[in-house]
C-alpha cells in the first residue's frame, strides 16, 4: 500500500472509530458492498443482521467506499443476483452535475483521450473528436456552481414532481450529498417498493419529460374552444403553461424564431408580447388572439419549455432495482467527503464544500501534480501545477483522494 | 347508484371474485365435465377457445347464465391441458377484447368496483366529475405495456399521486390485467392432474384447431425471408445511416443494430463488414461480439434488440411521432414483421 492510502486509512479509521453510521431501514434485507484499501475491485454480497454489525465492520475494514442495495431480498448474501429473493426496492434518485451542462466544467474539468491523446476542457464529449474512441478519461472538481444546479434540480425534484404530482410524503424520503458532485434521493415508502423496472422507467420519462407531446395537454386545435392551459393546473399541464409564460416574457426574437421555426410568428409574438402573456395568465386563460400566429406555434414552444422543466437525474440509477448506492455517513473515496445525510430543510441551506468536510484539523506537506482553483472549507486554494507546499487538512485530503497530490518528505 | 352484481354481470366477467366465489359453490371438477349434464358447459367452453383462434374474439353468450360462468374456467383448464403458450395468449387477448366491450357500456360504479375488488387498485371519482383518478402506483402496474403516447404517465394530468383516468380507459386496464393474469397461468401449470376422457378429447380438437390456424396466426414466428431493408422502423435505419456516415455510435446503439440485424436474418459476416466503416474498426474484437450476440459464443442465447421503451430511455427512438406504425408497435422486430409482410397490425402484437 502506498504512503497516501496509509494515511487515508489512518485518518478515514479514526472517523470510523467516533463515528456511529446509521443503518439503513431493513439493514438485514440489503446487500452490502465495498471497495476496500488494499484490494483491487469490490467486495459485495454482504449481509448484516444490524446497525451494530455493520459499524463494527466498518471500524475493522475501514472501506475507501461503501455501498448498499436500494433493494431488499430474501437472501441479501446470496451470490448469484437470481436467488437473492427480490422483495422490492426504494425508489431511487441521483441527481449528479456530472449529467448537468454547466458553464463552469470549462474552467474546472478536462478529459484525456486514452487512445491518441488528445485532450480539452469542459464536459467529456461521447467519443474523442480526433479519433472516434470512446476511452476517454474525464477529470472532474467539486465547484460551488456545479454543486448549487444540482441542489436545485433536487429541491425540484422533490417539491414539484415527487410531493406534488406523485403525492409522495417528504417523511418518507431520505437525502444525502453523494459524496462527490450530487445528491440522493431514497424514497422508501411501502407504496413504491414494488414498482417494476418499466413503472420506474415511466417515472423517470415523467420527472425528465422524456416523450412529452404537448398535443395531450391541450395544445391542439381540439382544444381551441376551451382555452389553453391554466397556469395553475397541476403536473406536467400547468408545467408547460408556466413554461410557455415564462419563455415569451423574457426570450429574444431570435430565440423564438429559433423555437417556433416561423420567423414571421416569432416577430408577431415579440410584437404583441404584452397581450399574450395577458391572455395566458387571465382567468380562465385565453389562446392569446395574435392573426398568424398557430396553436402549432404554442405547442412548439411547448415541446420546447418541457425540456428545460423536467429535472436533470440520471435514469439509470432510478431504472436499476437492484443498484447499490452508496452508504449515507460513511466517507467518499474519491473526495474524503462525508456522504452526508440530510433533512428535506437542511438540503436547502446545505454547501457541501463546508458541511461535509470530516477531517479539520492540522496541516500536510504535499506535491500537487496539477489542481484547478477550489474551494474547501471556505478557503480558496490553488491552481497549482507542479508544486510543493504545505496546506490545511482539508485540502489535503481532498487531492490526496482526488490523486491529484502525493505526500512530500517533511523537512 | 351503487348496485351489487347480478348473475348476469357474473357471466359477463367471470373472472371477478363473485363468480369464482359462485363457482366454487357449484364445486364443478374437472371429472364433473366429463358427466353428460355438463356436456353442454364443455360445449361454450370449446367454443370460446374456437371463437378466439378463428377470428380472435370471443363474444358474451347470455343465454344460459350459469353455463356461461362455468364455461370460463373450463376454457382455462383445457388450455392448460393443451399446453400451448401461444393459444393461451391468442386466447388472453380475445378474452381481453370482450371483457372491454362489455365494461366500456355498463355503469361507471361497476367498472370501478371490479378494479378495486379484483386489482386492490385505489380509484376514485373525479372531484371535476366525468372522470376517475387512479393512484399512480396502480396505474404504472399496467399502463406500461400499452404503446401509445397517451398512456405514458408524462402525458397524463397527474396530481398529488392520483392519475385522471376516463371510464373508457379503466375499462382497458381492467382488461388487460385480466389478459395478463390468463397468461401468467400458462407459466404455472397444475401438474398430476388425471383427465377424464372427455375433456382430453375437447382438448384434442382444441389443439388440432390451434395447430391448423397456426400459421394464420403466426404467433410467436419469427420472420423467416429474404431481409426487407425498407421494413426496418426508422430507429435502426438512423442508427444505420450514422453508421455509413463514419459517425461512431454508443454502446446501445451498437447493440440494437447489431442483435435487429442478427434476428432479421443477416450472417454474422454482413454484419461485421457494416461495422468496418467506422474508424476504430477491429475485425477480431467486433467479430467476437457480433458472434456473442447471435449466440455463438458465451452463454449461448441469441439477443433479441432492446424493446422500444429502452430505446427510447437511451435516447434511439426517432419514429414516435413521424412513423404512425411506430405508436402501435413496442418492439422494432413487431415492426419490421408487420412493414415485411404488408400487412397492418392487429390488435397487440405479443413479444
Known amino acids: 500500500?502506498?504512503?497516501?492510502?496509509?494515511?487515508?486509512?489512518?485518518?478515514?479509521?479514526?472517523?470510523?472509530?467516533?463515528?456511529?453510521?446509521?443503518?439503513?431501514?431493513?439493514?438485514?434485507?440489503?446487500?452490502?458492498?465495498?471497495?476496500?484499501?488494499?484490494?483491487?475491485?469490490?467486495?459485495?454480497?454482504?449481509?448484516?443482521?444490524?446497525?451494530?454489525?455493520?459499524?463494527?465492520?466498518?471500524?475493522?475494514?475501514?472501506?475507501?467506499?461503501?455501498?448498499?442495495?436500494?433493494?431488499?431480498?430474501?437472501?441479501?448474501?446470496?451470490?448469484?443476483?437470481?436467488?437473492?429473493?427480490?422483495?422490492?426496492?426504494?425508489?431511487?434518485?441521483?441527481?449528479?452535475?456530472d449529467h448537468i451542462p454547466t458553464p463552469c466544467k470549462e474552467e474546472?474539468?478536462?478529459?484525456?483521450?486514452?487512445?491518441?491523446?488528445?485532450?480539452?476542457?469542459?464536459?467529456?464529449?461521447?467519443?474523442?473528436?480526433?479519433?472516434?474512441?470512446?476511452?476517454?478519461?474525464?477529470?472532474?472538481?467539486?465547484?460551488?456552481?456545479?454543486?448549487?444546479?444540482?441542489?436545485?434540480?433536487?429541491?425540484?425534484?422533490?417539491?414539484?414532481?415527487?410531493?406534488?404530482?406523485?403525492?409522495?410524503?417528504?417523511?418518507?424520503?431520505?437525502?444525502?450529498?453523494?459524496?462527490?458532485?450530487?445528491?440522493?434521493?431514497?424514497?422508501?415508502?411501502?407504496?413504491?417498493?414494488?414498482?417494476?423496472?418499466?413503472?420506474?422507467?415511466?417515472?423517470?420519462?415523467?420527472?425528465?419529460?422524456?416523450?412529452?407531446?404537448?398535443?395531450?395537454?391541450?395544445?391542439?386545435?381540439?382544444?381551441?374552444?376551451?382555452?389553453?392551459?391554466?397556469?395553475?393546473?397541476?403536473?406536467?399541464?400547468?408545467?408547460?403553461?408556466?413554461?410557455?409564460?415564462?419563455?415569451?416574457?423574457?426570450?429574444?426574437?431570435?430565440?423564438?424564431?429559433?423555437?417556433?421555426?416561423?420567423?414571421?410568428?416569432?416577430?408577431?409574438?415579440?410584437?404583441?408580447?404584452?397581450?399574450?402573456?395577458?391572455?395566458?395568465?387571465?382567468?380562465?386563460?385565453?389562446?392569446?388572439?395574435?392573426?398568424?400566429?398557430?396553436?402549432?406555434?404554442?405547442?412548439?414552444?411547448?415541446?420546447?419549455?418541457?425540456?428545460?422543466?423536467?429535472?436533470?437525474?440520471?435514469?439509470?440509477?432510478?431504472?436499476d432495482i437492484k443498484r447499490l448506492m452508496r452508504l449515507p455517513e460513511t466517507i467518499h473515496g474519491k473526495t474524503g467527503f462525508r456522504v452526508k445525510l440530510l433533512s428535506f430543510s437542511e438540503l436547502e441551506r446545505f454547501n457541501p464544500l463546508v458541511d461535509a468536510v470530516v477531517f479539520r484539523r492540522g496541516e500536510v506537506k504535499v506535491h500537487v501534480e496539477h489542481a484547478p482553483e477550489f474551494t474547501v472549507a471556505g478557503e480558496v486554494f490553488g491552481p497549482y501545477e507542479d508544486a510543493t507546499l504545505t496546506l490545511p487538512m482539508p485540502a489535503a485530503v481532498y487531492l490526496l483522494c482526488k490523486g491529484a497530490a502525493s505526500l512530500a518528505e517533511e523537512g | 347508484?351503487?348496485?351489487?352484481?347480478?348473475?348476469?354481470?357474473?357471466?359477463?366477467?367471470?373472472?371477478?371474485?363473485?363468480?369464482?366465489?359462485?363457482?366454487?359453490?357449484?364445486?364443478?371438477?374437472?371429472?364433473?365435465?366429463?358427466?353428460?349434464?355438463?356436456?353442454?358447459?364443455?360445449?361454450?367452453?370449446?367454443?370460446?377457445?374456437?371463437?378466439?383462434?378463428?377470428?380472435?374474439?370471443?363474444?358474451?353468450?347470455?343465454?344460459?347464465?350459469?353455463?356461461?360462468?362455468?364455461?370460463?374456467?373450463?376454457?382455462?383448464?383445457?388450455?392448460?391441458?393443451?399446453?400451448?403458450?401461444?393459444?393461451?395468449?391468442?386466447?388472453?387477448?380475445?378474452?381481453?377484447?370482450?371483457?372491454?366491450?362489455?365494461?366500456?357500456?355498463?355503469e361507471d360504479w361497476k367498472v370501478k368496483y371490479l378494479a378495486e375488488s379484483n386489482f386492490n387498485w385505489r380509484i376514485r371519482d373525479s372531484s371535476e366529475g366525468g372522470f376517475f383518478e387512479m393512484f399512480f402506483v396502480d396505474y404504472l402496474s399496467v399502463a406500461p405495456s400499452f404503446h401509445a403516447p397517451s398512456w405514458k404517465l408524462v402525458n397524463r394530468l397527474v396530481s398529488k399521486g392520483w392519475v385522471r383516468i376516463q371510464k373508457y380507459e379503466l375499462a382497458r386496464l381492467i382488461s388487460e390485467a385480466v389478459r395478463v393474469r390468463i397468461v401468467d397461468r400458462a407459466k404455472s401449470p397444475p401438474s398430476g392432474v388425471v383427465v377424464p376422457e372427455e375433456v382430453a378429447k375437447v382438448a384434442e380438437e382444441a389443439r388440432k384447431l390451434f395447430q391448423s390456424y397456426r400459421k394464420v396466426i403466426r404467433i410467436e414466428e419469427e420472420y423467416s425471408g429474404p431481409v426487407v431493408e425498407s421494413a426496418f422502423p426508422p430507429c435502426i435505419r438512423s442508427i444505420l445511416s450514422d453508421l455509413l456516415k463514419g459517425s461512431s455510435l454508443s454502446h446501445m446503439a451498437r447493440f440494437a443494430l447489431t442483435s435487429f440485424l442478427i434476428n432479421v436474418g443477416k450472417s454474422v459476416d454482413e454484419v461485421v463488414s457494416l461495422f468496418s466503416l467506422t474508424a476504430d474498426f477491429n475485425e477480431s474484437v467486433t467479430r467476437y461480439q457480433v458472434e456473442h450476440i447471435a449466440g455463438l459464443r458465451g452463454s449461448r442465447i441469441k439477443y433479441t434488440p432492446p424493446s422500444c421503451s429502452t430505446l427510447r430511455t437511451f435516447g434511439l427512438c426517432v419514429g414516435l411521432e413521424v412513423d404512425p406504425l411506430c405508436s402501435r408497435v413496442k418492439h422494432p422486430l413487431t415492426y419490421y414483421q408487420i412493414k415485411a409482410k404488408g400487412k397492418k397490425g392487429e390488435g397487440k402484437v405479443e413479444q
Open chain 1, 108 to 319: 474546472h474539468d478536462r478529459w484525456v483521450c486514452l487512445d491518441c491523446g488528445y485532450s480539452s476542457v469542459g464536459m467529456a464529449p461521447e467519443s474523442c473528436p480526433q479519433c472516434k474512441s470512446k476511452r476517454l478519461k474525464a477529470e472532474t472538481w467539486l465547484c460551488e456552481l456545479c454543486l448549487e444546479v444540482a441542489k436545485n434540480e433536487t429541491l425540484k425534484l422533490v417539491e414539484d414532481f415527487l410531493v406534488a404530482d406523485l403525492g409522495l410524503s417528504i417523511s418518507e424520503m431520505t437525502f444525502n450529498f453523494s459524496g462527490h458532485r450530487g445528491y440522493h434521493v431514497h424514497v422508501h415508502s411501502e407504496v413504491v417498493r414494488e414498482l417494476s423496472q418499466e413503472a420506474r422507467r415511466e417515472i423517470t420519462d415523467y420527472v425528465r419529460g422524456v416523450g412529452i407531446l404537448p398535443k395531450l395537454h391541450g395544445f391542439s386545435r381540439a382544444f381551441m374552444s376551451s382555452g389553453p392551459p391554466d397556469l395553475a393546473d397541476p403536473g406536467w399541464r400547468g408545467r408547460l403553461a408556466r413554461g410557455l409564460y415564462d419563455f415569451i416574457s423574457r426570450a429574444s426574437a431570435e430565440e423564438l424564431r429559433k423555437v417556433v421555426r416561423r420567423g414571421k410568428a416569432a416577430k408577431l409574438i415579440v410584437e404583441h408580447r404584452d397581450e399574450v402573456l395577458r391572455s395566458l395568465e387571465s382567468t380562465p386563460p385565453r389562446w392569446p388572439a395574435v392573426k398568424g400566429v398557430s396553436v402549432l406555434t404554442w405547442s412548439r414552444i411547448a415541446s420546447h419549455v418541457a425540456k428545460l422543466q423536467g429535472s436533470f437525474i440520471d435514469e439509470r440509477v432510478t431504472t
Open chain 2, 1 to 106: 347508484m351503487i348496485g351489487a352484481l347480478t348473475k348476469e354481470d357474473l357471466a359477463k366477467y367471470p373472472f371477478c371474485v363473485e363468480a369464482v366465489k359462485y363457482i366454487e359453490g357449484v364445486g364443478v371438477t374437472l371429472s364433473d365435465l366429463a358427466k353428460p349434464g355438463y356436456r353442454v358447459i364443455l360445449r361454450r367452453a370449446f367454443e370460446r377457445i374456437e371463437s378466439a383462434v378463428k377470428l380472435g374474439r370471443v363474444r358474451t353468450d347470455l343465454t344460459d347464465l350459469e353455463v356461461e360462468v362455468l364455461s370460463y374456467p373450463a376454457a382455462l383448464a383445457i388450455l392448460t391441458i393443451v399446453g400451448e403458450p401461444p393459444l393461451f395468449r391468442r386466447y388472453a387477448v380475445a378474452e381481453a377484447k370482450r371483457i372491454y366491450e362489455e365494461l366500456r357500456v355498463d
Open chain 1, 1 to 97: 500500500m502506498s504512503n497516501e492510502k496509509h494515511f487515508l486509512k489512518a485518518i478515514f479509521s479514526a472517523y470510523y472509530k467516533r463515528a456511529t453510521v446509521p443503518p439503513p431501514k431493513h439493514v438485514e434485507r440489503r446487500e452490502f458492498g465495498f471497495i476496500l484499501f488494499d484490494r483491487e475491485g469490490m467486495i459485495r454480497h454482504l449481509y448484516f443482521k444490524s446497525g451494530k454489525s455493520l459499524n463494527e465492520f466498518l471500524r475493522r475494514e475501514v472501506p475507501l467506499h461503501a455501498y448498499f442495495s436500494s433493494a431488499y431480498y430474501e437472501m441479501p448474501n446470496a451470490e448469484d443476483m437470481d436467488s437473492k429473493g427480490w422483495l422490492g426496492a426504494d425508489l431511487v434518485f441521483d441527481i449528479d452535475a
